[in-house]
């Protein structure tokens, strides 16, 4: 059974960072692995997004373009963890973020942009940008 949980939300001000957490099980993980972990996010009132993706295997990824040059994902095959540090953070980004797996899988634009295309997901952490 696969299983995902975020952690590492939080407040904080604008321009500042965070790093989420994600924890994985249940699936292959790394070298020998197909799976691709997304990141994704849903504010209120709005549906959910896509933020970013790695596949652990090869450490292809994908971003967002709002996020571009702020957020950085990356994975730690050992502890199976895939990680999203989010720097100068705006207002904009507040939102619950999700982590989700599915596989075999390739990142891409529409792949990662997409939630419907991912069958795993983790329990939600919250993320609150103050002005």
């Known amino acids: 059974e696969v299983q995902l949980q975020a952690s590492g939300g939080g407040l904080v001000q604008a321009g500042g960072s965070l790093r989420l957490s994600c924890a994985t099980s249940?699936?292959?993980?790394?070298?020998?692995?197909?799976?691709?972990v997304g990141w994704f996010r849903q504010a209120p009132g709005k549906g959910r997004e896509g933020v970013s993706c790695?596949?652990?295997?090869?450490?292809?990824?994908y971003y967002e373009d709002s996020v571009k040059g702020r957020f950085t994902v990356s994975s730690d095959s050992a502890k199976k963890m895939v990680y999203l540090q989010m720097n100068n953070l705006k207002l904009e980004d507040t939102a619950r973020y999700f982590c989700?797996?599915?596989?075999?899988?390739?990142?891409?634009?529409?792949?990662?942009?997409?939630?419907?295309?991912?069958?795993?997901w983790g329990q939600g952490t919250l993320v609150t940008v103050s002005s």
């Open positions: 790695i596949k652990p295997k090869d450490g292809s990824t």
């Open positions: 249940g699936f292959t993980f790394g070298a020998d692995g197909d799976y691709v």
């Open positions: 989700a797996a599915d596989g075999p899988a390739r990142v891409g634009k529409m792949y990662c942009a997409t939630p419907e295309f991912f069958d795993d």
